[in-house]
């Protein structure tokens, strides 16, 4: 079975769009560089207590186009097209232009005004430890299948996307370990599937309810596994994924 990297995906800001990159150094026990490494968090008290923004109560966000430029932490956003917002987010000033424009872009929030912030640490993760996601193309068809409409990949909001095993083969890579290009990776458990799916990536309508379709045509709410990195090193797109042996 030939297994091949497809794409690679950031999503340098938590609930909004992310952006493909064609190669990633990646490290031990961390995320995709710069993935996740910044939200908007509701709530003036400390971050750990805020709740953050996410496509379940902030659908308009999937309407902004979001691009990153790593190497000088600089956020450009746009809409239709055309740029609303840019600032240099590692910085208090680059953090206060975003803070305004999502002030005014998701006014009337029965949450309160959002404000723009920076992980404490690698990236807000949803877990205790730190994972990349990937889903299996193949399975995505599947479910279009089931669903009998198009369903984009983009909706699961993976960081690797592979081709290559047959639908739903990618869920008995649990506890295995995959290698691709350098790097050394563990499949820790399945993806389950949340409302956020839901959500058109191009219209930021509620379109498609994934998280029923998934049960009522498998018995399940999952759609992608979730890998650690267990050795670092460098990725790209377009590489081979070696399924390794137990």
Same mark, same amino acid.
Request: glycine residues 10%; charged residues 25%.
């Given at each position: 079975?030939?297994?091949?990297l497809?794409?690679?995906?950031r999503y340098p ?15 031990a026990r ?9 939200a908007?968090a509701y709530?003036?008290?400390p971050?750990r ?15 902004l ?5 790593a190497?000088t932490?600089?956020?450009t ?9 840019r600032g240099q ?21 029965p ?9 404490p ?5 949803d #877990?205790? /430890?730190?994972f990349?996601?990937l889903?299996? =193309?193949?399975?995505?068809?599947? +479910?279009?299948? %089931? $669903?009998?409409? &198009? ?16 639908? #739903?083969? /990618?869920?008995?890579?649990v506890?295995r370990? =995959?290698?691709?290009?350098?790097? +050394?990776?563990? %499949? $820790?458990?399945? &993806?389950e599937?949340c ?6 990536p191009?219209t930021a309508?509620?379109?498609l309810?994934?998280p029923r379709?998934l ?10 596994i979730?890998?650690r990195?267990?050795a670092?090193?460098?990725i ?11």
């Amino acid at each position: 079975m030939d297994v091949k990297l497809e794409r690679i995906l950031r999503y340098p800001v938590k609930g909004l769009p992310g952006e493909s990159v064609e190669t990633a150094t990646l490290e031990a026990r961390k995320p995709l560089p710069d993935d996740r490494r910044y939200a908007l968090a509701y709530g003036s008290g400390p971050l750990r207590d805020a709740q953050l923004a996410g496509l379940n109560s902030d659908k308009r966000l999937g309407l902004l186009g979001l691009g990153y430029e790593a190497e000088t932490s600089t956020l450009t956003l746009s809409r239709d097209g055309k740029k609303v917002a840019r600032g240099q987010v590692d910085q208090p000033v680059g953090q206060s232009v975003m803070s305004q424009f999502f002030a005014a872009y998701l006014k009337d929030n029965p949450r309160g005004t959002p404000r723009f912030v920076e992980a404490p640490e690698v990236g807000f993760s949803d #877990w205790d /430890e730190h994972f990349l996601h990937l889903i299996n =193309l193949a399975t995505v068809t599947d +479910l279009e299948r %089931v $669903a009998r409409t &198009t369903v984009d990949p983009r909706r699961f909001r993976a960081n690797l996307w592979v081709s290559g095993p047959p639908a #739903w083969g /990618e869920m008995d890579w649990v506890g295995r370990r =995959l290698q691709i290009g350098e790097v +050394l990776l563990e %499949v $820790a458990d399945k &993806t389950e599937r949340c409302a956020a799916t839901s959500v058109n990536p191009d219209t930021a309508e509620s379109d498609l309810n994934v998280p029923r379709t998934l049960r009522a045509g498998y018995g399940h709410l999952d759609m992608g596994i979730y890998v650690r990195v267990l050795a670092g090193g460098a990725i790209k797109a377009g590489d081979a994924v070696e399924v390794l042996p137990l």
